[in-house]
DNA sequence: CACAAGAACCTGTATCTACAAGTCATAACC
DNA sequence: GGTTATGACTTGTAGATACAGGTTCTTGTG
């Protein structure tokens, strides 16, 4: 399993922003220089360099050296999809509790988001995120039925769903995700510990695999003193990051 | 004013997803087939395809040909931006009153987040955002004094502080921008017409120039009916809009 | 000394070539 | 008939080369 020399060469400067080797303000060395350094001709750096000013990483132009533009890049796929990985990022310690899973028929609206027939049954589950031992996130997920059948079987208070389908082969390839604000009902208040009424942030999420094809639709709701999003955008890019 | 051939590439085909030449689902033409097309070399096809990717058009995996995911891509750097060039795009006639413009020292972590000297003056304003006559958003900004003090003898309530910007020449290059949820306080009850409390979308937004120097700070709030984020990854990137 | 011309350097764009590695449909085989 | 192998096709990676266009420092001139 060889690993592509412009991964290799980005894994490397990326390492040496977070070391703070490149200072956050100062100039990488030229492509030129890359080059030698990596032995590389000037495709494979041209891709890491695209990669780490995707990451909102870097910065410059045309005829100017790229500049560190921040040395914690936006955190990769992963952890952007998963809560519990984004909670071992950031040192706390991630929990769940399940409230509820159900092998039901989906209300219209989420058969037609999901692209199933509103006949066909879906797995859906309610559960609480925790961060410390104390209420962060309650999320409200449908799985397809292929897909979310096996979650039945499993111990869903022991971890993340995201690594449990993964290790099943799903093919998870892209979310859309949108956020917006939202009031808190009944349940959200009971569960979350705030009061009714309060402002929380709403991610609604949808899932496909790499053709396109919906697999989960999830509402997940923040208390906003626990969790942020926080989109980086260049001219010519943009990433983001929980 | 040449365009250089792989932007072309990226719009025709950009262009003809979102007319449904090609449809959702459906497999683009392969790189070789769209190098005959566009007479081109296969860097800058892959260029533009690789451009298509981070918008969360298309998706795709070796061996296979690319699919199309989306119709509608995530808007490019100018929308994500400005509230007026999106109002235009969704088809919603923008709006605005000055509440408030002044020249005045900073907050400490305001001028902490800037990196500029306390004792430093700043230009601050208040701005509340209509979309189609109803009030939308409320802006506070805070801009360093080189780039704000030419916003004092303009009209800002004729339209984009953006463009006016740009138009000085200004090098806004990447812009940072964190989501919350948050409770109306009395300012912005009073004037996005909501109740005291009720939940809003909040953007904090810090932009930079190409060597990430600070210019501008802002807290935005939405009406979370009128305006949500949505954010888009796929395996190896992120892309993200208004 | 100030300013302008030039050279050196750097990134952006584009072409051609070659091979590796994954996917898919067809054909041959048991 | 079902299964496996083969081959055509496709994308991913990498190299070498060339020139355009922007930036920056240096040098020479008024």
């Not at 891709?47 to 100017?64: H, M, N, P």
């Not at 897909?147 to 892209?174: E, K």
Request: aromatic share 4%; net charge negative; hydrophobic share 40%.
């Amino acid at each position: 399993m060889t690993i592509p020399l412009h991964r290799v060469i980005a894994s490397e400067l990326r390492q040496r922003i977070r070391a703070g080797a490149i200072a956050v303000g100062a100039a990488l060395p030229s492509e030129a220089r890359l080059c030698e350094e990596f032995s590389a001709s000037r495709g494979p750096v041209r891709q890491a360099l695209s990669a780490l000013r995707e990451e909102g990483l870097i910065g410059g132009g045309q005829g100017k050296r790229a500049v560190v533009l921040d040395a914690v890049p936006a955190q990769p796929f992963e952890s952007f999809l998963s809560f519990t990985r984004r909670a071992e990022i950031t040192g706390h310690e991630p929990g769940q509790r399940l409230q509820e899973i159900a092998l039901r028929r989906p209300e219209p609206t989420v058969a037609a988001v999901l692209g199933v027939d509103p006949d066909d049954v879906v797995v859906q589950l309610v559960r609480l995120r925790l961060l410390d031992g104390r209420p962060a996130m309650l999320e409200r997920m449908t799985y397809v039925e292929a897909v979310g059948r096996p979650l039945l079987d499993a111990d869903l208070d022991a971890g993340s769903i995201y690594a449990l389908l993964l290790d099943r082969g799903v093919d998870l390839h892209s979310a859309r995700h949108t956020f917006d604000a939202v009031a808190a009902d009944a349940l959200d208040a009971r569960l979350l510990d705030v009061p009714e009424g309060a402002p929380l942030l709403r991610e609604r999420r949808l899932t496909t695999d790499s053709s396109g094809t919906p697999i989960e639709w999830s509402d997940d709701r923040y208390r906003p003193d626990v969790a942020t999003v926080t989109v980086t955008n260049t001219r010519n890019s943009r990433s983001a990051a929980l």
